[in-house]
């Protein structure tokens, strides 16, 4: 993307490289790898299926804003026709990437995160020529809380986007009905607008739900995809969709970056929408929500200080009594130690000052019951080399 005649820079930081780094490292040296959140293959055959069964295949272009049948699926299982339009996207990554362009095109200039944030997130700010603020959450008796008031007052400072991801990556945080309220007032009161990252939907263990109705009417894109929701990682199906004028300028961005998805891919993916039933989605909740549980014990055991989350795919966790070491450097301890990987968190806080470690439990329930089994043998000095 060009601005002042000029290229941003499009180099991958070493926060973007680190997800392959780890990967890497927990493959070379036979480790658990928890440092990503793929999940578990458990809707192959019905993806297989639903590609399968399709009568006729159109291997040209498909429309650019997506197919009908898809469309009307996404708008009606997840959103109950909150809104009138959905653009079909090659998944939330660039849901996300061409709703910041279009805030920016539109007058937006600076985007406010919560922190930690997902990675991605400061390169994408980048890339669309907005200002990157993150807003530390607060910790108040031991539970985590997002401060409202920090958010509104940098809000005010220049005209801004909020970007909100609930389930929070990596924290699991679930927004309150108070949350809400005051994050509507802040959006109101302030000409501001919301990007919501809607990525995690089905993977949330509280009693509270996003107040997709309450949307409606307000300045707001929210980028969703079936990466997790269907566990289709690989199939790149994600949307837009949302209110104000940034959802036009949205949707040409789409354009110019994949166009389009495949036919089959997108008639695969309406067939699984509009066929899954909901005691399924929720009997997958209930199976992630057992291994958190699991993985939590089995780090609480060990000497961990976690954070419950109450949604997604991680926990994120800091190691007591190895304060001379980095984030990454425990991270190697644990890979060399104990054949466990989970992912340094240096690229998703400001200051990593605590060292904080991400674990998934995306990882099937064999891999949690294992990595719990290694974390009992502690046969060597947690500390050891690395110092």
């Excluded at 578990?40 to 993806?47: H, R, V």
């Excluded at 200002?131 to 920090?150: C, R, Y």
């Excluded at 809607?198 to 309450?214: A, C, E, G, I």
Aim: aromatic share 10%; hydrophobic share 40%.
């Amino acid at each position: 993307m060009l601005s002042g005649g000029m290229m941003r820079d499009l180099s991958l930081p070493d926060t973007v490289r680190i997800f392959q780094m780890m990967s890497e490292m927990a493959r070379n040296k036979n480790s658990v790898n928890l440092s990503q959140g793929i999940p578990e293959n458990c809707m192959d055959a019905a993806w297989e299926t639903a590609i399968s069964v399709q009568k006729k295949v159109n291997w040209q272009y498909m429309p650019t804003n997506g197919m009908d049948c898809l469309q009307d699926a996404v708008k009606s299982r997840f959103y109950n026709d909150c809104f009138d339009e959905v653009t079909i996207t090659s998944g939330c990554t660039e849901s996300l990437l061409c709703a910041m362009h279009a805030y920016r095109q539109v007058g937006y200039t600076q985007l406010i995160v919560t922190e930690p944030y997902y990675s991605y997130y400061t390169g994408m700010a980048k890339l669309s020529g907005l200002h990157f603020v993150s807003v530390p959450f607060l910790v108040q008796k031991g539970k985590l809380a997002l401060d409202l008031d920090t958010i509104e007052r940098k809000a005010t400072l220049s005209k801004s986007v909020i970007l909100i991801n609930s389930p929070h990556n990596p924290t699991g945080y679930v927004l309150t009905p108070d949350d809400w309220n005051h994050l509507f007032d802040i959006i109101s009161n302030n000409h501001t607008a919301l990007l919501f990252d809607d990525v995690y939907r089905d993977f949330n263990y509280s009693h509270y739900k996003t107040p997709y109705s309450l949307l409606q009417g307000k300045t707001a894109i929210i980028a969703g995809s079936l990466s997790k929701s269907l566990a289709a990682t690989g199939a790149r199906i994600g949307w837009l969709t949302g209110n104000g004028p940034a959802i036009e300028h949205a949707r040409d961005a789409h354009r110019y970056m994949s166009n389009c998805s495949p036919g089959i891919i997108q008639q695969a993916a309406a067939e699984m929408i509009n066929g899954i039933e909901d005691s399924r989605l929720e009997a997958i909740r209930h199976h992630y929500r057992l291994k958190r549980d699991d993985l939590r014990n089995a780090l609480i055991n060990f000497g961990f200080d976690v954070i419950n989350p109450d949604g997604g795919h991680f926990i994120m966790a800091r190691l007591k009594g190895v304060e001379n070491l980095s984030a990454f450097q425990i991270c190697e301890m644990l890979t060399d130690n104990y054949g466990v990987t989970p992912l340094p968190l240096d690229g998703f806080l400001e200051e990593n000052t605590r060292c904080w470690l991400r674990f998934s439990f995306a990882v099937n329930s064999t891999l949690i019951a294992e990595v719990g089994k290694r974390l009992r043998s502690s046969t060597m000095s947690r500390e050891s080399d690395y110092v």
